[in-house]
């Protein structure tokens, strides 16, 4: 698989408008974009339900100087099969997901979720298969797999992105992102350098959002009492835009706001990231 | 007194979870109850954590002792067997609950006791000794103050710590008057519990067998180690003259030594106590103190089946601490009962459909009772990773409904729509076809921007959530004509 360089979208090291990153910052994205081949996961649920997440991701990554590749053989990374149980049927998927992204230096996700099951389940999985090969395979690839806003923070080492974004915010921390990822604090330091955001904190942050996969048809009706809990918090910060590493969550949480008409929506960090004067995002 | 629901451990089919929650959810006294407790207690609990600056290190000794234990389990339990005959102590081994009870009662009826008196012991629940004996014509009576209130209302625990957290002092100064004839009665909590401490200091003053369960038991020294808050247990192994333990064989820990680890690990992480109030170590009988005669039962009952499968073994760890309880956000909100089980929230999804065998309806719906958000193996003081355990059960409950559900396993609607969807993800072009031929069809459903209503399983779904409609064009399509290919 040849690295493909896309020439419509040339990777520009501009300067975003206000204070950039410093110098030392921009040279180690240009050194790491040269180095390093970086490919887009970008998980069937963006693929089909958010391409505006995917869309974004690759603009932030460009406008930083990142070149993504997005391996078109991509499809789904078999989570929901394997938590749901079917996980003999998964394991075409984990064989595939290895086989898509083992030439690549680092793969990157705007998904916790999906982004976890390839780092955390997939040794699992491959033992399941019994198949030592698979195994040494997934171990080599899973160290390259990164959450967005940790391939930013912790990879890249960058919080301001030279995003801009004036709208009031709050943020839900995706229990796949925090508890399984450890992300820590990478999402909410990259929104606090977000210029023009009014950032709120969101009380029980920490709470799961009651999404859970197909938990959330198989047990609808703890998800959605789970759910309402979410909402309520939400409501209390008066914020006008909930955010997430993960779009199936926010999907969930979306889909409660809407139903209630209360007038807040959800929006994928991606999106607030890619944001910046000259383009603003939804 | 008998129990009207059952529970996973009775004859019979119990409930799922799903249709157990739904109850559970709609009560609102209940959700009130729980989520009130569960708040409180975890909040305490990551305080009392915090104060000790090697908690990490204290879970992974108590993971590395456990795991040791589960991998000699053989040699522990006979060196166990051995240091209590060595002090004057009968050791009972027993493969399942009939073996259990019926030693039990045997050991009552021979010193002809009429009435035993129990410490809180979630074995003894799990076997249904109160049940069996009270048909041998024993009354069992508990004497935690939680368990009497759950033995009055006729109910089952919800939760492993506080049975009867379901409960507010209301529904139990109610009880109280109709059961135990109390009058002018407060809710005060000192006043109600003063009443059940009226009832129960006669009950063991005049039991001759007490009953319990067991939190360690020592390989080494043979010593049995009762962890416990209100004296009762205290009173129970010491006044009547027969002492009687039942233990899940996976208790032991291997010498007197690690109970530095344990006693660190579980007060902080069950009340977030740095100490319990009563902590009871028993090594036998010894002259002019205590029991003339000790009886360790140790049981079986499922738990070597567990100790065969290497994902599932680490179950075994559990201390019974329940602080997966208190921060499940899935427990917060259905409460102990909809889990129908003695072993309720996290730790009870994985321990019971694992105890009883897979293959049952209802305790197969247990390890999908979960979002999987992690929350209860980042508290498990002895590092059990539910989740994985969660996920791994929930593939054997699929493989032993395709592999021995015949042709229904095989034409399960969820089976069909899994296998064909796992087929279309494993080919890129079925996949693009498949996103095409789904943004076509959802045009009866996807009208004015959002989706209202999904037919069949996943009407779950839109009963108060909408769904965005898939977009006119996927990222990939947008990828592919940006860059011309």
């Known amino acids: ?282 | 007194m008998t129990i009207e629901a059952p529970d996973a451990f009775s004859k019979g089919r119990t409930p799922t979870f799903e249709e157990s929650a739904r109850e559970s959810l709609a009560n609102a006294q209940l959700r009130r109850n729980i989520g009130k407790a569960t708040q409180a207690i975890r909040t305490r609990r990551a305080q009392a954590v915090e104060e000790l600056p090697d908690w990490e290190e204290l879970r992974q000794a108590g993971y590395d002792l456990k795991t040791r234990v589960m991998r000699h389990l053989d040699e522990y339990l006979l060196q166990l067997e051995e240091s209590v005959h060595k002090a004057g102590g009968h050791v009972h081994w027993v493969r399942d609950a009939t073996e259990a009870n019926r030693i039990i009662a045997d050991i009552a009826k021979n010193h002809e006791a009429k009435e035993v008196v129990k410490v809180k012991s979630i074995a003894t629940d799990e076997i249904k000794l109160n049940e069996f004996l009270e048909e041998e014509g024993i009354k069992a009576v508990e004497t935690d103050l939680a368990e009497f209130i759950i033995q009055l209302a006729g109910e089952i625990s919800s939760h492993i710590l506080v049975p009867a957290i379901h409960k507010n002092r209301a529904e139990i100064r109610e009880l109280f008057i109709k059961k135990l004839g109390a009058e002018d009665l407060s809710d005060e909590p000192s006043d109600l519990t003063n009443a059940a401490r009226l009832y129960l200091r006669e009950k063991f003053l005049q039991a001759k067998v007490g009953i319990s369960g067991a939190n360690f038991a020592v390989a080494e020294t043979g010593t049995v180690c009762v962890v416990e808050s209100e004296g009762n247990g205290r009173m129970c192994t010491t006044l009547p003259p027969v002492l009687v333990m039942l233990m899940g064989i996976e208790k032991i820990i291997p010498t007197w030594q690690d109970f530095e680890v344990f006693m660190q690990l579980l007060p902080r992480s069950s009340t977030a106590e740095r100490m319990n109030p009563y902590t009871s170590f028993w090594t036998g009988v010894s002259e002019g103190d205590g029991p003339k005669e000790f009886h360790l039962v140790l049981m079986d009952n499922g738990r070597t089946e567990i100790l065969a499968d290497d994902i599932g073994r680490q179950t075994l760890n559990c201390i019974r601490c329940s602080a997966c309880l208190n921060v499940c956000p899935v427990y917060e909100r259905t409460g102990g009962h909809a889990y129908n089980s003695v072993y309720p929230g996290p730790i009870g999804a994985i321990l019971t459909p694992q105890l009883v065998g897979i293959g049952r309806p209802g305790t197969d719906s247990l390890p999908y009772a979960s979002s999987l958000c992690g929350a209860c193996y980042d508290v498990c003081p002895v590092k059990i990773n539910i989740p994985e355990v969660l996920i791994h059960l929930r593939g054997r409950v699929v493989r032993h409904r395709q592999d021995g559900g015949g042709l229904k396993g095989k034409l399960d609607p969820e089976n069909v729509a899994m296998r064909t969807m796992a087929r279309t993800f494993s080919d890129r072009r079925l996949y693009e076809a498949a996103q095409k031929a789904a943004r076509i069809s959802q045009w009866p459903l996807a009208r004015s921007g959002a989706i209202h209503r999904l037919p069949g399983k996943l009407a779950g779904w839109t009963e108060a959530r909408d769904l965005k409609p898939i977009p006119e064009q996927t990222f990939r399509e947008w990828w592919k004509s940006r860059n011309g290919s």
Not at chain 1, 65 to 83: A, K, R, S
Not at chain 1, 259 to 269: A, F, I, Y
């Open chain 1, 1 to 282: 698989m040849q690295f493909s360089f896309n020439t419509s979208a040339q990777p520009t090291l501009k300067k975003p408008p206000g204070a950039g990153p410093p110098l030392q910052v921009w040279s180690q994205y240009i050194s790491y974009h040269c180095a390093v081949r970086t490919a887009l996961f970008i998980t069937c649920i963006n693929d089909t339900l958010f391409p505006e997440t995917g869309r974004a991701t690759v603009e932030l990554l460009e406008r930083l100087g990142i070149g993504v590749d997005f391996p078109l053989e991509q499809t789904c990374c078999g989570q929901m099969h394997f938590n749901t149980g079917y996980q003999r049927e998964a394991i075409p998927l984990v064989r595939r997901f290895v086989e898509v992204f083992k030439e690549y230096e680092a793969i990157v996700s705007p998904s916790g979720s999906c982004a976890g099951m390839v780092r955390e389940v997939y040794p699992m999985a491959a033992e399941l298969a019994n198949d030592k090969r698979l195994a040494a395979e997934v171990e080599e690839v899973t160290p390259k797999v990164f959450e967005l806003a940790e391939f930013l923070v912790k990879k890249l080492g960058v919080t301001d992105v030279g995003a801009y974004y004036p709208h009031w915010v709050t943020y839900h921390p995706t229990c796949h992102s925090l508890r399984m990822l450890e992300v820590g604090d990478a999402p909410l330091k990259l929104l606090r350098a977000v210029r023009g955001i009014d950032f709120v904190e969101l009380p029980e942050a920490e709470q799961c959002c009651g999404f859970g996969g197909t938990f959330a048809v198989k047990n609808a009706d703890t998800s959605i009492a789970m759910l309402s809990d979410k909402l309520g918090h939400i409501l209390e910060t008066e914020a006008e835009v909930c955010t997430a590493g993960d779009n199936s969550c926010l999907m969930h949480i979306g889909g409660g706001l809407r139903r209630q008409r209360v007038g807040v929506r959800t929006v994928h960090l991606a999106q607030i990231l890619a944001s910046t004067e000259e383009r603003r995002k939804l």
